[in-house]
């Protein structure tokens, strides 16, 4: 960071701190809510209603694991009244920037508080199941804001668990018609593998193993023996990622590439424009590419 970014945001956060004496409700008097990735304003919009106004600091492409915020989500942070992230390690820089802008009455949810976080995994949101836990935790946090309303959040929360429910058996229903040797996947970064457990599909391999690093010719050789022997047809990533090391993977095994998964955020398209759509659409796409 140059230095005079650096300042930049020191004197933004600075200023955020002094004017955070307790976060104020939007003018129309809709609880302001924070996500830290667009994929939660899902949930916060089933659960609040009309009594919430929701933004995510995280913009739609960019990766949560390695984002750097800048002085624009400190004045955002400030004036939050409800903060929704996932934790699990997802979002190793927001701490520090909670610190650094002093919101002593802002309200954290966790999404991730209480789940069994497997291998390190921050992704729990992928699978359907999970998300139920995300949204009662939301629900929560909105009673402990506005108790007024805690009868119609909770009215809310029974009908996306509701629909979360349908779209778990929709996506089974999909993978019981394809053969448990073709539920294969090869990934570039593990997001799905929450989604895969529940779902019955094998994660063979996964390029990134580590945010933001590449892995080494070892590595890119075991995936290419890996994706030969399983007859694996595709590898799946994201837009946000660039397809440099895919299509090495790609290249040598001679398979194609699909880069429009969605998982962090949902994306500007209207297909992917809230989390059920979302995971339907994912779905469409792996499933297709399993036959």
Known sequence: MSLMRRFALLAALALAACSSQGPAPAGDGRI??????????????AVGGAHVSVTSLVPVGASPETYQPTPQDAATLAEAQLLVENGAGLETWLARTIRSVGAPKLKIVVGSAGLPVVEGNPHLWMDPQNAKHYVAAIRDGL???DPEHASEYRANTARYDAKLD??????????????????????????????????GIRTLGVIETSPGQDPNP????????????????????????SPKLAQQVAGSANISIVDNLYDDSIGTNARVADYLSMLDYDTAIIARSMR
């Open 166 to 199: 349908a779209l778990t058996a929709r996506i089974a229903a999909r993978y019981r018609a394809i053969p448990p040797q073709r539920r294969v996947m090869i990934v570039y970064h593990n997001a799905f593998q929450y989604y895969n457990a529940r779902f």
């Open 32 to 45: 302001r809510v924070l996500t830290t990735i667009s994929t939660f304003n899902s949930f916060v919009s």
């Open 218 to 241: 070892q590595q890119i050789a075991r995936l290419i023996d890996l994706a030969k022997a399983h007859g694996v047809h595709a590898i799946f990533s994201e837009p946000e990622y």
């Open 143 to 145: 009673i402990a804001l």
